[in-house]
């Protein structure tokens, strides 16, 4: 996961936004990934962004993509309890995924 | 529909021991891969399975290591002479494949947690 950076933890109020960061380094990742992973469990994709896409929605989650400064992020609206996780972002390149660290998000009441 | 399943859950075993996990993908999915995750080093990819073609070895670190997938379907991935430092969730994704560069998610298993003593 070196190529791929994410912040290491984030605290969030429920109800309110998350916002997770995520840089990347190869230009040439054709999609952009965002998984979530629970104690104990696998990895549950939860959104992806193909890398000619600034922005994709979907329910709660919007993914926003630069792709000049290689950025990536994760907004989750109005965070639950349930959202408490690890998230990580990976680049798909040559058929593999490259991951980050992961970012462990803590919703507090 | 069922998703990826992976055996054991978890595996315990003494160093020096030959071990083997299971994967079974999503019926369809012609890609499989695996990943091995551990706190030092994260996800890390260690080898993709294609239909018949020959595998992406790439990632495996050892020749300790081994897999195959028989049938197009079941994949087993053999660690030999059991290390402590083999120690880690060993993850198994699947993809749908339609000859346009990842344009299916891989979507993964529970893993299985495998702890050398």
């Known amino acids: 996961g070196e190529d791929v950076e994410q912040s290491l933890f984030l605290s969030v109020r429920e109800g309110d936004s998350s916002v997770i960061n995520c840089t990347y380094t190869?230009?040439?990742?054709?999609?952009l990934y965002w998984y979530k992973q629970e104690p104990g469990a696998g990895l549950q994709l939860l959104t992806y962004?193909?890398?000619?896409?600034d922005m994709k929605q979907d329910q709660r989650l919007t993914v926003l993509l630069n792709k000049k400064d290689k950025h990536l992020s994760l907004r989750i609206a109005d965070t639950q309890t349930g959202d408490s996780a690890i998230y990580f972002c990976?680049?798909?390149?040559?058929?593999?995924?490259?991951f980050g660290a992961g970012t462990t998000v803590t919703v507090r009441a | 529909g069922a998703g990826v399943s992976q055996s054991p859950s978890n595996k315990v075993t003494e160093k020096g021991k030959d071990v083997e996990l299971r994967c079974d993908p999503i019926?369809?999915?012609?890609?499989l891969y695996w990943y091995r995750q551990s706190l030092g080093q994260g996800l890390e990819f260690l080898i993709y399975?294609?239909?018949?073609?020959?595998?992406?070895k790439s990632g495996l670190p050892s020749d300790r290591f081994s897999a195959e997938r028989t049938g197009g379907s079941v994949s087993t991935l053999t660690i030999q002479r059991t290390q402590q430092e083999d120690s880690a969730v060993y993850l198994c994704?699947?993809?749908?494949?339609?000859?346009?560069?990842?344009?299916?998610?891989?979507?993964f298993g529970d893993g299985t947690r495998l702890s050398i003593l």
């Open positions: 994704a699947s993809s749908q494949w339609t000859g346009g560069e990842g344009n299916q998610p891989q979507h």
């Open positions: 190869d230009s040439s990742s054709t999609y």
């Open positions: 962004i193909f890398s000619n896409m």
């Open positions: 990976a680049e798909y390149n040559d058929y593999k995924l490259s």
């Open positions: 019926s369809g999915h012609t890609a």
């Open positions: 399975f294609q239909g018949n073609s020959a595998p992406d």
